[in-house]
């Protein structure tokens, strides 16, 4: 907005301009009766009056002149020719309006520093970035392979000028081997670079010993078969060629058991190869190694171990049929030995009967004993 009011009284307007820009200022009038503009700078000396330049500065110029409006241009801005400048129209009494001029100032590109290659693992690093010349001051914000890492220290102080700033960041952490190769970027943030961040990059080198690992082609290994086993290390620098041994000592058939780089081969397995594979890396930095357990397998007595399944599932069965066919017999008895003792009871006392009416009659009286003994015996 223009600062002023409407009718015959000048009209402004701050202006923001990046160092080394063109600045562009201002003076209108709604109303005026044929009455001169005038601008001034901070020091108060005139730059312009109506369409006259009064101040030689190659870099101030003229842009529209009339009743209703003076516009001047001021090129190749310094930082000194921040202000308040003023726009006069020649009134009784004068009458004027301010308009204020900010110089934004440009950061240098930045630069890291506190490097050092290689890093070893485990070592400190300190990375610092560093630019200067910002105004306001600069903000620093620092990534580690496009990721913004947080927990970092910033420090600001005024430059001999005291209009700019030195600001600078510092990045603290410890060496890892899982940052060799990646990518530590410094990214200074300013109004005055509009919306492009000047960056500095450093792409980290760091040494570490070797990380071993047994790859096996063969997960179940047989007598007669084949494995390879293949020795993968990683480390900077590059390991040497790694070395392979068997049980503490060296491999004990060399023509059966190949090696070549990396790579172990065995052919024609026998329980003999049973034993713990050693593999072993170093680098400058230092060595490392791991083993693997080889366990030859006899295909015949894995065939074999199928039968005594077969065995106890038949042993099983047998036992339940004789149980059952001797469960049937122990029932059968004791029902027959049940069905005879009732004849035997109903008989009594009918073998000595002279007639039928008289067995009959002793029969029935030999019922009723029996049933009375049964009674007694329960």
Known sequence: MFAGSQGQFPLTQNVTVVEG?????????????????????????TLYFDDKKALRDNRIELVRASWHELSISVSDVSLSDEGQYTCSLFTMP???SKAFLTVLGVPEKPQITGFTSPVMEGE??????????????????????????KDVKYLKEEDANRKTFTVSSTLDFLADRNDDGAVVSCRVDHESLNATPQIAMQVLEIHYTPLVKIISSNSWPEEGQSIILTCESKGKPVPEPVLWTKDGGELPDPERMVVNGRVLSISFLNKTDNGTYRCEAKNPIGRNSTEYVLIVHDPNALAGQTGPDHALIGGIVAVVVFVTLCSIILLGRYLARHKGTYLTNEAKGAEDAPDADTAIINAEGSQVNAEEKKEYFI
């Open 21 to 45: 820009g063109t600045a562009n200022l201002t003076c209108r009038v709604d109303q005026n009766d044929n009455t001169s503009l005038q601008w001034s700078n901070p020091a108060q000396q």
């Open 94 to 96: 004068v009458k004027t």
């Open 124 to 149: 400190r690093m300190q990375l610092t970035c560093k630019t200067s010349g910002s105004k306001p001051a600069a903000d620093i914000r620092w990534f580690k392979n496009d990721k913004e890492v």
